[in-house]
């Protein structure tokens, strides 16, 4: 392969467009391709689809470098690229717990029949184990080019927010390979980042960190949410013990913030996949504490929904409900399995008047919840609130003060969803505080 290798980035959502952008960044001519000609057209006028600190900068600088290009030809990116990164998304399926990967499979069946050269097809996208051996056989069986075409696999771990920062230095880098040569080449792309940790290993032991990492994530979440829930029956403070546990080091304190829970595109998805795919392979036993991890994560909101109908006097009927957050955490705009948005719903559901409102996130939360109500600012979020909940935990929340909050609303009632705010400084300014897993 001609070194400096060519790079595609094929998908080009939040992981595709970040990786191209990245990838450019550190010196690569890199073309990334999406099948939706509205969003390559917006990416090459510079214009991101999402909400990233960065990375439109990064675009930007790129595109004017003429580094980075977009296309949606996968002639185009065969004949141009050494490397393919297949970055497309795998989905939940509807009804079911498995992952989608019917994405990466039209990947490779549009790619594949270009492939008239020795090349390397990369996949990032998160898979049920067993995926990358399937489309490997796959490719060589499709493209003219047949073994000089290998897939390797190299799972992406970024996340929302600080996608940029996790790309450019990532705590570590997995390569899943069949051959030196894969190796090498991949080796020489991530040269640039420094001195990285590696791990390379085989196809399923790849697929397989990717989804293990965000199990034990998601159960570090749920872990502390099952103890709040037992502090709630035990008038006990789930925020101290969270933070006395956070001293041992074998603990730590990442990752253990008790509040409303984790959601987002990938958690939920990741571990509802993942038990899915130990169920296929005969291994379902391993992973049944997942389904609980899962269960205690739905409760959080429930609890919330109920905290919030304590605090109204039992019923949301004819109340006014000030929401603060739509995006499943902050410095997003992403409202994929929302833990907010899900409880904004419900109360709404249930007789509330709510009105949501979100630093970034609105544009994309009246699109997909067209029936709740909306406001520019807190203010006209909370104005004549009988309870006001905090569910995203931007610093401009963050940051309210009491008493100037306290004179746009009805009643001072507020329920901290993320544990954010500083109890006795709004207990000091009248309000009714209120936060999950603490007395
Ligand atoms: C996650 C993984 O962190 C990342 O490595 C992977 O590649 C993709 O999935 P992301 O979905 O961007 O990244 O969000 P993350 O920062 O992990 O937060 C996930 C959810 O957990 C959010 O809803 C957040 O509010 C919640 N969370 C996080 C908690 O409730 N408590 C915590 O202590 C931490």
């Not at 499709?142 to 600080?162: I, K, Y």
């Amino acid at each position: 392969m001609p070194v400096p290798y060519r790079l595609t980035v094929l998908g080009t959502g939040y992981l595709g467009a970040t990786h191209a952008a990245c990838m450019a960044e550190l010196g690569f001519e890199v073309l990334g391709l999406d099948v939706d000609a509205g969003k390559i057209e917006r990416l090459m006028r510079g214009e991101l689809p999402i909400h990233e600190p960065g990375l439109e900068e990064l675009l930007r600088r790129n595109l004017a470098s003429g580094r980075l290009r977009f296309t949606t030809s996968y002639q185009e990116a065969a004949e141009f690229g050494d490397v393919h990164f297949v970055c497309v998304g795998t989905p939940q399926k509807k009804g079911e717990y498995a992952a989608d990967v019917s994405y990466l499979d039209a990947v490779v069946d549009s790619l594949a029949p270009y492939l008239d050269r020795e090349c390397l097809v990369v996949g990032k996208s998160t898979v049920p184990v067993g995926t990358a051996e399937r489309l490997a056989e796959k490719l060589v069986r499709l493209a003219p080019a047949g073994s000089q075409v290998e897939l390797a696999w190299n799972p992406e771990f970024l996340r929302e927010g600080f996608a940029v920062q996790d790309t450019l230095k990532p705590d570590r880098i997995v390569l899943g390979v069949t051959s030196e040569r894969a190796e090498k080449v991949l080796r020489d792309v991530y040269a640039p980042l420094g001195d990285i940790p590696m791990v390379v290993t085989d196809y399923p032991t790849a697929e397989l960190v990717k989804s293990a990492a965000n199990a034990f994530l998601a159960t570090k979440i749920s872990f502390i949410n099952a103890m709040a829930e037992v502090c709630e029956a035990s008038h006990a403070d789930v925020k101290q013990l969270s933070l006395a546990l956070s001293f041992d080091e074998r603990i730590g304190g990442k990752f253990l913030n008790p509040g409303l829970g984790f959601g987002g595109g990938c958690l939920p998805k990741d571990i509802r996949a993942f038990m899915a795919r130990a169920g296929e392979l005969g291994a379902d036993q391993a992973l049944t504490f997942l389904r609980e991890v899962d269960a205690i994560n739905m409760r959080r909101r429930a609890r919330m929904v109920d905290l919030a109908r304590g605090l109204v006097g039992g019923s949301f009927h004819g109340c006014t409900v000030g929401v603060l957050g739509a995006a499943f955490k902050p410095n997003s705009d992403d409202i994929r399995d929302s833990p907010a948005l899900d409880v904004a719903v419900t109360i709404s559901q249930s007789g509330g008047r709510v009105t949501v409102y979100d630093p970034v996130a609105l544009d994309n939360a009246r699109r997909a919840h067209p029936s709740l109500g909306y406001a520019d600012s807190v203010t006209g979020a909370v104005s004549g609130a009988d309870v006001v909940l905090l569910l995203t935990e931007w610093q401009e929340f963050v940051l309210l003060d009491p008493e100037e909050l306290g004179q746009a609303v009805r009643t001072r009632n507020i329920v901290d969803g993320r544990n954010a705010l500083d109890a006795e400084t709004w207990r000091a300014a009248g309000w009714n505080y209120r936060a999950l897993g603490r007395p």
